[in-house]
């Protein structure tokens, strides 16, 4: 996949391991997260950019990163697919990824077959995200804000050779 993964997470086990299936993979470029100044660096090169989030003991910790991904000021960056890898997460923690934005939480078996399925659903097609003061990400009834306030509604199309472009921006109210 002509695309750059970054692999947050420790620089060995689940990290190691999850940057060892993303060459598996195909990924272009494979890095480990260092920031989002080099992220909007690596986006000049590869237009493409997955956030791929090792599975932590504490999903709450992800916050902080996955924030700052989401929130940045920078469009190729805020809209890119954030992933999150988890050998058998519980309900809760999934919810936690949902409410903070991932695309997805994938679960064992992490078969090349399986992922790659999963990763190609986050590109070439349409996809929708609500963006409310406390959330950005892939459009999700049940956490896209209160349903009375206003929301932003996002169409995007993330390719490989353009990254992430904005096919439609508008502004809705709720309820």
Aim: hydrophobic share 40%; with cysteine.
């Amino acid at each position: 996949m002509k695309a750059c993964a970054y692999v947050v997470g420790p620089s060995d086990g689940a990290g190691e391991a999850l940057r060892d299936m993303a060459r598996s993979l195909g990924f272009a470029v494979v890095l480990p997260y260092s920031g989002l100044a080099a992220a909007e660096t690596q986006a000049h090169q590869t237009p493409l950019l997955f956030f791929m989030f090792a599975a932590v003991d504490e999903v709450p910790s992800l916050k902080p990163v996955a924030d700052s991904i989401r929130f940045s000021p920078s469009r190729r960056i805020r809209l890119s697919p954030l992933v999150y890898f988890a050998e058998s997460p519980s309900l809760d923690q999934i919810r936690l990824c949902i409410d903070m934005g991932f695309d997805d939480v994938i679960t064992l078996p992490f078969t090349p077959q399986r992922i790659t399925g999963r990763l190609k659903r986050m590109v070439e097609r349409p996809i929708v995200f609500h963006e409310t003061s406390a959330y950005l990400g892939p459009e999700r009834r049940s956490v896209s804000g209160d349903s009375r306030s206003q929301y932003r509604r996002l169409e995007i199309m993330r390719t490989a050779t353009a990254g992430v472009s904005v096919l439609r921006d508008e502004m809705r109210a709720g309820g």
